[in-house]
């Protein structure tokens, strides 16, 4: 009879966690296992950094302005990407902008989503891409060495 109320509570948690993270990207999947691995409190709000790539500087001033007003900081620099062809094949480098859109949010799937959402709008519309997130400062932190005391 135990049992089968725990396989009941289970089969309904998993019912509900799947209807929940309806919409996940892997790729938030894995940056949330990486955070939560470094003691990242996912749920308090964090200073997030969201990157975008758009083919011309028009293309990204264009996002820069209209993230800023939906309330994210927004900075744009000259950058080159090159994509992924298969496991050994490189695409040929394209030159381009990086829009970096940075907000304080909680880490959660609802809100990843929407945020993804925006920004695939966004990018869609200029011909560029959302390249994932970061937590702000998070790649100057792990390249710092240990502070010995």
């Known amino acids: 009879m135990a049992l089968l109320a725990v396989a009941a509570s289970v089969a309904v948690m998993i019912f509900l966690l799947r209807r929940m993270l309806r919409g996940m990207n892997q790729q938030d999947w894995i940056l949330l296992?990486?955070?939560?691995?470094?003691?990242?409190?996912?749920?308090?709000?964090?200073?997030?950094?969201?990157?975008?790539?758009?083919?011309?500087?028009?293309?990204?001033?264009?996002?820069a302005a209209e993230l800023g007003r939906d309330g994210f900081e927004t900075s744009t620099k000259l950058a080159q990407i090159q994509y992924a062809r298969g496991k050994k094949k490189r695409g040929e480098a394209q030159q381009g902008y990086l829009v970096t859109a940075t907000r304080t949010i909680a880490l959660v799937p609802a809100e990843l989503i929407k945020v993804r959402a925006r920004f695939s709008e966004?990018?869609?519309?200029?011909?560029?891409?959302?390249?994932?997130?970061?937590?702000?400062?998070?790649?100057?932190?792990?390249a710092s060495p240990p502070v010995r005391q």
């Open 122 to 142: 966004v990018t869609s519309a200029q011909k560029g891409i959302y390249c994932g997130w970061q937590i702000a400062g998070s790649a100057a932190k792990s």
């Open 33 to 63: 296992r990486q955070a939560r691995a470094r003691g990242t409190k996912l749920s308090e709000p964090q200073s997030v950094d969201f990157v975008l790539f758009l083919p011309s500087e028009a293309s990204a001033a264009t996002v």
